[in-house]
Each structure stands twice: as structure tokens, then as C-alpha cells.
């Protein structure tokens, strides 16, 4: 059975800064792994999709890779803006389905 | 062509009313989701439906939940006598036959008062 855990739970950072969000899974048998934003009272805005068989991807200041052995990902934002602040959650279906397992989430945010 | 579309997107309902979420699955897709996130909570999984047929709902409670994604239209989920411990976001997500993304749509705000 699949499980999510993300670390930190909450990140506070000066403008600026590079930061590393952690994602582990138990089930390294995944179709992808999905890292969302979240913001507050909204819905979920796609970040960026691996799929299995990937072990990066990057969109502007983001970058997630995906480590199927060690059961990880993370997520790399690079030069943190105030804008940047929400929840990412990264999420992984479990084999076969895309029925989504979430993590908890971290709450971040960047302070001007 | 649209997104995965939520309506209402917020929704005031008594305790002892029903509710009725409704998710239109973007076009094409044939799969959809539904998932509830309760305050300060993760999303957690319900129910996944194809058209006319409950593929696994492992997640919905045992009473007082129900789904449906019929041929036409689009997929309800319907929520009978609510309680206050409803009170949650819930949210659709579809994915077309042998896709390999699911799309979320942004949610319906359900408040039980």
C-alpha cells in the first residue's frame, strides 16, 4: 500500500533563497509523481509531472527529480519569491490506477 | 478545451440537508475522481468512477455517500443527512482511457452550519 510522508512540515525562508522539498514514498513500483501547489481556500495547480521512467523535470525556477530506489523526490525551487508561498504536496498513484496518495504537505513561506 | 469543472464551487447546506457536488470531466476523459481534503488535513481518495460503473470506492464512508457518472452528464457526489464533520473541500480529478496524468478540477467548499 502506498504512503506519502513530506518533510518539512513548514518552511520559512528570507527572499532569495534556494530550498529543497522532500517527498518519500514506500511503493517504488509508480506510474509518476506529481508535485502541486496549493493555495489558501483554492485548488490544486500541477507543478510538474515525472513519469517512471524520468528522473527530472524543470519548469522556470523548478526542478523535481525522482529517485524510484531510495523511494524520493524532491522538489528544487530556486531563488524563493514572496509569491512562492503556499502548500506543495507531491502525490503518487498506486500501481495500476490513478488513484492518488497525498502527502500532507509543507507549508511554505517566503518572506519578503 | 476546459479544465475539469467543479460546481458550485462553494456550498452552504444545514445539517440533515443534502448536498450534490458536481464534476464535468474534461473532454475525452472517461475516468474521474473524487477526493476530500478536511481542514488542516491531507486530500484523501473516495471514490473512482468510469462511466456508469463504481470501479473503486474504498474511501467512501459506508453511509450517508454516494457517486455516480453516468452516460450523460456529469458525475455527482452526493452527500444525504450532512453532518458538520463534512465541512471540507472536495475535489474532482479525471484522466482519459490509458492517459497517464489525472487533471484536477478546483474544488467545491462544502460548510455544514
Known amino acids: 500500500k502506498q504512503e506519502v510522508t513530506q518533510i518539512p512540515a513548514a518552511l520559512s525562508v528570507p527572499e532569495g533563497e534556494n530550498l529543497v522539498l522532500n517527498c518519500s514514498f514506500t511503493d517504488s513500483a509508480i506510474y509518476n509523481l506529481q508535485w502541486f501547489r496549493q493555495d489558501p481556500g483554492k485548488g490544486l495547480t500541477s507543478l510538474l509531472l515525472?513519469?517512471?521512467?524520468?528522473r527530472e523535470q524543470t519548469s522556470g525556477r523548478l526542478n523535481a527529480s525522482l529517485d524510484k530506489s531510495s523511494g524520493r523526490s524532491t522538489l528544487y525551487i530556486a531563488a524563493s519569491q514572496p509569491g512562492d508561498s503556499a502548500t506543495y504536496l507531491c502525490?503518487?498513484?498506486?500501481?495500476?490506477?490513478?488513484?492518488?496518495?497525498f502527502g500532507t504537505g509543507t507549508r511554505l513561506k517566503v518572506l519578503a | 478545451n476546459a479544465g475539469v469543472m467543479q460546481n458550485p464551487r462553494h456550498l452552504v447546506r444545514r445539517r440533515g440537508q443534502e448536498a450534490r457536488l458536481r464534476c464535468s470531466p474534461m473532454k475525452g476523459h472517461s475516468h474521474v475522481y473524487w477526493y476530500r481534503q478536511l481542514p488542516e488535513e491531507g486530500l484523501k481518495f473516495m471514490v473512482y468512477l468510469q462511466k456508469e460503473n463504481i470501479i473503486d470506492e474504498s474511501g467512501m464512508p459506508k453511509e450517508r455517500f454516494s457517486a455516480e457518472f453516468p452516460k450523460e452528464g456529469p458525475s455527482i457526489l452526493r452527500i444525504q443527512q450532512v453532518v458538520r464533520g463534512d465541512s471540507a473541500a472536495y475535489f474532482c480529478?479525471?484522466?482519459?482511457?490509458?492517459?497517464?496524468?489525472?487533471?484536477f478540477g478546483q474544488g467545491t467548499r462544502l460548510t455544514v452550519v
Open positions: 480529478a479525471s484522466s482519459p482511457e490509458g492517459g497517464t496524468e489525472a487533471f
Open positions: 502525490a503518487s498513484p498506486t500501481s495500476g490506477t490513478y488513484k492518488y496518495i
Open positions: 515525472i513519469q517512471s521512467s524520468q
